[in-house]
């Protein structure tokens, strides 16, 4: 009997890689061997980035190993210490960036309607010791950028975007990429564009891009001549190669996370208490993250519930970011009280769900997830093993 599971019984991950055309690739893999230039600023890093910064209107795009390592190195070279200001409901690493140099995270509450950051609760949490903010563009959708520009430069706060989840989204027609100081994307193997593992740094500002490109190379300015304390935060070859190449079919992943989002629409906005979150027709979006919110009170079903019962079905959609940063270590220990006011944030904690999306995932994928749901939802009470969808 073959090991290899069956299509029918393989999982379905929120997150499963988008991948472009395969001999694009293994071409280019090719022509990295033969040059024998694996790292350090190679042809291909070094195109990746002016396709990127071509793409987001912008004048550099530093090339990072990841996002998280985008972040440190983007913070440190604006100068951030003390305290900043950033949402509790994103990844982890939004506020492990920060901590991981001692610069305390300060959480504020999100926006129930939009997910981000609800910029009238920015300024009480101000203090002496607040040296920036760092706000999220969760799913893509750009956060509050004028009213945090607003409070930013009223009380002479840098401000810098975690942008991992928005490559390829707009905000008032301009490509994210081009707010703040500074915006980090990620490229991530989860994420809309994958380089294996990686990130940028974009910016318009000539000085921080060329500290940035510094910090990345243990602040090497030349072939023996350090001037900045740095850390090894390089893209390598084959991710610039894989990025290049994914960039290629960018349209092509576009349009399947569309057809995926509008076909649950269709099927989930007909359930009471199911709630997608909309990505309004005015921007570009790059569809990669299908966000329904789970009202119990209508559903009669919890979204835990409802989780345990996708896993069941090999559905592994997930409770993106439960429980919160402020309910994760060392946050729960060393800011205590953070729950009590972050009352929108635990409450989509408990609320929200991703489902699968991305070019591995079929129409017909998503009508048997759509119908999972809905049969879980009409039969919550019979045992698990009467939950048919055949
Ligand atoms: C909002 C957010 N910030 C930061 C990161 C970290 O990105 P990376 O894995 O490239 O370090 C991720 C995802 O991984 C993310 O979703």
Known sequence: ????????????????????????????????????????????????????????????????????VGLEIATRALGLHGEVIVPSFTFVATAHCLQWQEITPVFCDVD?????????????????????????????????????????????????????????????????????????????????????????????????????????????????CVEYLGINGKMNEISAAMGLTNLESIEKFVAINRRNYELYRERLAVLPGVELIDYPDTERWNYQYVVVEIDEAKTGVSRDALVEHL????????????????????????????????????FLCSRVLILPTGMSVSTDDVKRVCDIIRCTLGVIAAPLSAVTTE
């Open 112 to 224: 129930p309607r939009t997910h981000n950051m609800d910029p009238a609760k920015i300024e009480h949490l101000i203090t002496p010791r607040t040296t920036g903010i760092l706000g999220v563009h969760l799913w893509g959708r750009a956060c509050a950028v004028e009213a945090l520009g607003e409070i930013a430069s009223r009380h002479r706060l840098q401000l810098l975007f975690d942008a991992s989840h928005a490559f390829g989204c707009s905000h008032t027609g301009k490509m994210i990429g081009g707010f703040g100081r500074a915006e980090v994307f990620s490229f991530h193997a989860t994420k809309f564009i994958n380089t294996l593992e990686g990130g940028v740094v974009a910016t318009n500002d000539d000085t921080l891009a060329q500290k940035m490109r510094m910090m990345k190379n243990f602040g090497f300015t030349g072939y023996d």
């Open 311 to 346: 896993h069941a079905k090999g559905i592994m959609a997930r409770r993106y970011f439960h429980p919160g940063c402020h309910r994760m270590e060392p946050y729960a220990s060393r800011y205590p009280g953070h729950s009590v006011i972050l009352p929108h944030t635990e």
């Open 1 to 68: 009997m073959s090991s290899i599971p069956s299509p029918s019984t393989e999982l379905m991950h929120v997150g499963r890689p988008n991948i472009g055309k395969r001999e694009s690739l293994l071409s280019r893999i090719d022509d990295i061997l033969d040059r024998r230039w694996l790292s350090n600023n190679g042809k291909y890093v070094r195109e990746f980035e002016v396709r990127v910064a071509e793409l987001l209107g912008v004048k550099h795009c530093v090339a990072m190993c990841n996002a998280t």
